[in-house]
Structures are given as structure tokens and as C-alpha cells.
């Protein structure tokens, strides 16, 4: 099964990043636009789990 990808703004420095994650919706990986590895801390892997468990709600409805 393929990963899911959607693209976010990074909780503390604002920037955009590209969000990967699994059918269970669980974070596989976050990327900046450039192609550089987001740097996942507790509090940003939480925050960005929010995110996907927001998007998944919308693309489920």
C-alpha cells in the first residue's frame, strides 16, 4: 500500500513541509520543499500527527 503525502506549514519556524503518511495514519516522514529532512522533535512529531489525523478526517468524509 502506498503512503499519503499533504503539505503543512512546520509548527515552530513557518515553513512548508511536505508530510508522508501510512494507511493507519501514522507520520512516515516530513520533508521541507527542498528536500531536506524536518528535524522531529516530540512536540513537532505532535503537532504534526494533529495535522494528519485533520487532513485524513476531510479525505475520509
Do not use: W
Not at 506549514?9 to 501510512?22: L, Q
Not at 504534526?48 to 485524513?56: G, K, P, R, T, V
Request: a negative charge; one cysteine or more.
Amino acid at each position: 500500500m502506498c503512503n499519503k503525502t499533504f503539505e503543512t506549514t512546520h509548527p515552530k519556524n513557518s515553513h512548508n513541509v511536505i508530510v508522508e503518511y501510512d494507511a493507519n495514519l501514522r507520520l512516515v516522514n516530513a520533508t521541507y520543499e527542498d528536500g531536506e529532512d524536518v528535524d522531529i522533535t516530540d512536540v513537532v512529531k505532535a503537532h504534526l500527527q494533529d495535522d494528519i489525523n485533520h487532513f485524513a478526517s476531510f479525505q475520509l468524509s
